[in-house]
């Protein structure tokens, strides 16, 4: 009944931008904090940036000052604006709800999306 749907990965050459999506649908009735991750072949997940409710960012050392989060609560959607991308951004980017209540009273926790590719060429 609840989904985490990905979208906005591709490729892009070194230097560019993308702008990821991940649109939350179903009975949902509030979500809380977000959290963007990316897996990279043959490394560990790896958090990249969250956004609380309220809008309270925090980022991975390596993506500051390139990435920006951003959230529309109405439209329960969390964005990643990425900047100055790098071969070594390369991987799998995932969202995730630490909390999303329904409307039915019911609640999931670290609710995962299934993934967009990126793809970095130098």
């Known amino acids: 009944q609840v989904q985490l749907v990905e979208s906005g990965g591709g490729l892009v050459q070194t230097g560019g931008s993308l702008r990821l999506s991940c649109a939350a649908s179903?009975?949902?009735?509030?979500?809380?904090?977000m959290v963007w991750y990316r897996q990279a072949p043959g490394k560990q997940r790896e958090l990249v940036a969250g956004?609380?409710?309220?809008?309270?960012?925090n980022y991975a050392d390596s993506v500051k000052g390139r990435f920006t989060i951003s959230r529309d609560n109405g439209k329960n959607t969390v964005y990643l604006q990425m900047n100055s991308l790098k071969p070594e951004d390369t991987a799998v980017y995932y969202c995730?709800?630490?909390?999303?209540?329904?409307?039915?009273?019911?609640?999931?926790?670290?609710?995962w999306g299934q993934g967009t590719q990126v793809t970095v060429s130098s």
């Open positions: 179903g009975t949902i009735f509030s979500i809380d904090s």
């Open positions: 995730k709800a630490d909390r999303i209540q329904t409307t039915n009273r019911g609640a999931h926790y670290d609710f």
């Open positions: 956004i609380t409710r309220g809008g309270i960012t």
